[in-house]
């Protein structure tokens, strides 16, 4: 953690959330987190994301990962708590 990171504004909360582009590019960024825990998003009809997750192919050697080694979780906590903040919390 940087402790000497900032706290995200309200103003600059708002502003973010409102951005698409700044949207698409945390998903993008999600997606690529996904893929490196062994996951994926579920897209459903009409391109509705639901926060559903599923298995990507590479799945048992990451998920092995995560069930003998706790030092991701901590970091698996900030990003959901992320996803909140951007308001994705489904």
């Known amino acids: 953690m940087n402790w000497q990171a900032q706290i995200l504004q309200r103003h600059e909360k708002a502003s973010m959330c409102a951005d698409p582009l700044i949207r698409e590019r945390f998903l993008v960024s999600y997606d690529l987190m996904l893929d490196f825990y062994g996951m994926r ?38 990003i959901l708590k992320c996803l909140g903040e951007m308001g994705f919390e489904h």
Request: proline share 0%.
């Open 41 to 78: 998003r579920l897209v459903v009809d009409r391109g509705a994301d639901t926060g559903a997750l599923a298995r990507s192919s590479n799945w048992q050697a990451r998920y092995h990962n995560l069930n003998t080694s706790g030092h991701n979780y901590l970091r698996i906590t900030r």
